[in-house]
């Protein structure tokens, strides 16, 4: 594997090779943050053409990256959770995404261990007040409205609950979430 500097060298001057190095390189790990955010959703062909969509988007936008900012690994996995995550809000047919399936999704990429080590320990803290607030309120506040940026109308037709109701719903449980976190919410 080659560094990042050269990689993003090859990509500016040679784009057709420098995507194939890209590819060959961290298409596993692209294809595995998507395959785990939808898989159960969308068949095997979606799932490839939505990790196409993120390498076409990094190659598209190649002379954005700022590798003082992180790593091409860093910045393709963003792409793929934020591609993945497009994908989903796509399909209005969910109706149920446990918290744990998307837990790990929470953490962040990062090359530094020890801020690493204290976002997974904040994320492990809220995810546990998350589990604490029980269904369906975990499922509304949390995954639905702040996770996936869904409207309270759109929740309201795909849990069937009225959207005054999920309103209330998300004010009760964020003073709930403040309650057990401290405040830190």
Do not use: W
């Not at 497009?86 to 918290?99: E, F, L, Q, T």
């Amino acid at each position: 594997m080659i560094s990042d500097k050269e990689l993003l060298n090859i990509l500016n001057n040679k784009p057709e090779m420098g995507l194939k190095i890209m590819m060959d390189d961290y298409m596993a790990l692209v294809y595995t943050i998507i395959f785990n955010k939808l898989s159960g959703i969308y068949s095997k062909e979606d799932i490839e053409e939505c990790v196409s969509d993120v390498f076409f988007e990094v190659f598209h936008y190649k002379n954005r990256i700022d590798l003082t900012k992180g790593s091409i690994k860093a910045f393709l996995s963003v792409v793929a959770k934020r591609k993945a995550i497009d994908m989903y809000r796509k399909n209005k047919n969910n109706k149920h995404v446990p918290i744990d399936d998307i837990a790990e999704s929470l953490y962040t990429t990062s090359d530094e261990v020890a801020n690493s080590i204290l976002v997974k320990e904040s994320n492990s803290e809220l995810i546990d007040a998350i589990k604490l607030l029980g269904e369906p309120d975990s499922e509304i506040i949390i995954i639905r409205k702040y996770y996936f940026h869904q409207s309270s109308k759109d929740i309201s037709k795909d849990i069937g609950i009225k959207v005054n109701t999920i309103d209330k719903k998300v004010s009760r449980c964020i003073q709930k979430l403040k309650k057990v976190l401290g405040g830190l919410v």
